[in-house]
C-alpha cells in the first residue's frame, strides 16, 4: 500500500512539474513573439531583468547592452523626465502610464511609443512589467488628418470671407442703381433686397469668425442683426423700445438663413408700418428652443396692427409671403398671427 502511493504522489509530483514547464514554455514563447516590447524590471531594484526580441529590434541596443541596467542608465530612457520619481510612483501605486512618449533610439532617431508599465507578484517578488508600443505611424497619421482639417478649415474660411464680400459688392451694386432711380417703387425693392442680401452676408460673417465654419450662435447674429436694422430705418430709440429675449442655439448655415430672413422681414415691418406720425411703442424679439429641438421665434409689437380683413396667407407683401413660404416650405414649421392688441407673430419649427 504504501509502495502503491508513493507510485502515486512521485506521479503526480511529476505531472505538476510538467504542467508548470508547459505553462514556462508558453509564455516563453509570447514573450519571444510578441509584436510589442516587453522590459523586465526587478521592482526592488529597478534593473532590467529580461527583454524581448521586439525591444531589442525597436530600439537597437543589444539584450547585453540592457541586462542588469538600471532603466535610466539606458540612453533611450535617460531623456525621460523625472524618470527615477516616475520609478518611485510605479512601485507606489502598481501602475504607471505614458500615452505618448518620445524615446531615442541607439542610433539617435526618435519614435513615439505608448508606455505602460504594472507590478506583479512572481514567486514572492515584486517584478515589474514594461509594455512599449510603436506608435509612430499612428502619430504620423494622425498629424497628416490634423494638417488637412486645417486645410480644410482654412480653406472654408476663405470661401465665407469671400462670399460676404461678393454679396457687399452686390449690394453696393445696387446702392449705385439706387442713386440713379427715381422711381420709389423701385428704390423701395433695391433697399429691401439690399437688406437680404444683408442678412445673407452677415450668416457668412459669423460663420468666418466661428470655430468650426458649419454653424452660427443665433443670439450674437441676431444682435448684429437688429443693429443694422436699427441703422438701416434710423429708429429713434426714443420713440420705440426694441427688447430682446435671445437663448444661445447654434445653427447650421441652411436654418440660420432663413431664420434670419424671416426675422429681418418681420422687425422690418415693425418699423416701417407699426408706429406710423409720431406715435410710441415697443417692439419684442424672443427666440428659444422648446420641446427638444423645437425653435420658437416671436415677434411681437404694440403698434397699429394690420388693416381690418388681412389675410397672411393672401397677402401680396413679398416679405410676408417670403416669410410664411420658408416657415413652412422651407423649414415645415408653423406660424401664427395674432392681431390683438398689436402684432404677434409666433413661429415654430424642428432644427
Not at 540612453?75 to 524615446?103: M, N, W
Request: aromatic share 8%; with cysteine.
Amino acid at each position: 500500500m504504501n509502495k502503491i502511493m508513493g507510485q502515486t504522489g512521485v506521479s503526480g509530483y511529476s505531472r505538476g512539474w510538467a504542467s508548470l514547464e508547459a505553462s514556462e514554455i508558453r509564455y516563453r514563447r509570447l514573450f519571444e513573439s510578441a509584436q510589442d516590447g516587453i522590459l523586465i524590471l526587478d521592482a526592488d531594484t529597478g534593473k532590467i531583468t529580461d527583454v524581448n526580441p521586439f525591444l531589442i529590434k525597436m530600439l537597437g541596443y543589444s539584450k547585453e547592452e540592457l541586462l542588469g541596467k538600471e532603466l535610466w542608465e539606458i540612453g533611450t530612457f535617460k531623456d525621460i523626465r523625472a524618470s527615477q520619481k516616475s520609478f518611485l510612483e510605479l512601485q507606489t501605486k502598481k501602475y504607471v502610464r505614458y500615452e505618448d512618449l518620445p524615446l531615442k533610439t541607439k542610433d539617435g532617431h526618435f519614435i513615439n511609443v505608448e508606455f505602460v508599465s504594472n507590478v506583479y507578484l512572481v514567486n514572492h517578488h515584486r517584478v515589474i512589467q514594461c509594455n512599449i508600443r510603436d506608435i509612430t505611424d499612428r502619430r504620423r497619421a494622425e498629424k497628416l488628418v490634423l494638417r488637412s482639417l486645417k486645410e480644410k478649415e482654412s480653406l472654408l474660411r476663405e470661401l465665407h470671407h469671400r462670399v460676404k464680400n461678393n454679396l457687399q459688392i452686390i449690394t453696393s451694386l445696387l446702392q449705385l442703381k439706387l442713386g440713379n432711380s427715381k422711381n420709389i417703387e423701385v428704390i423701395n425693392v433695391f433697399k429691401q433686397t439690399q437688406e437680404r442680401i444683408r442678412v445673407i452676408a452677415l450668416v457668412h460673417e459669423k460663420l468666418c469668425e466661428g470655430k468650426d465654419f458649419m454653424s452660427i450662435d443665433i443670439s450674437c447674429y441676431v444682435r448684429d442683426l437688429i443693429n443694422s436694422l436699427l441703422l438701416a430705418y434710423g429708429v429713434d430709440r426714443g420713440k420705440i423700445t426694441m427688447k430682446t429675449n435671445v437663448t444661445k442655439v447654434l445653427l447650421k448655415m441652411d436654418i440660420a438663413v432663413p431664420c434670419g430672413l424671416i426675422i429681418n422681414e418681420l422687425l422690418s415691418n415693425s418699423f416701417k408700418y407699426a408706429f406710423p406720425g409720431e406715435r410710441r411703442g415697443k417692439i419684442i424679439l424672443s427666440l428659444r428652443l422648446i420641446n427638444k429641438g423645437t425653435l420658437e421665434i416671436k415677434v411681437s409689437d404694440d403698434g397699429i396692427g394690420f388693416p381690418k380683413g388681412f389675410d397672411l396667407y393672401k397677402t401680396k407683401t413679398v416679405g410676408l409671403a417670403l416669410v410664411v413660404s420658408t416657415i413652412e416650405n422651407q423649414l415645415g414649421g408653423k406660424v401664427k398671427l395674432n392681431r390683438v392688441g398689436g402684432t404677434h407673430f409666433r413661429i415654430t419649427f424642428k432644427i
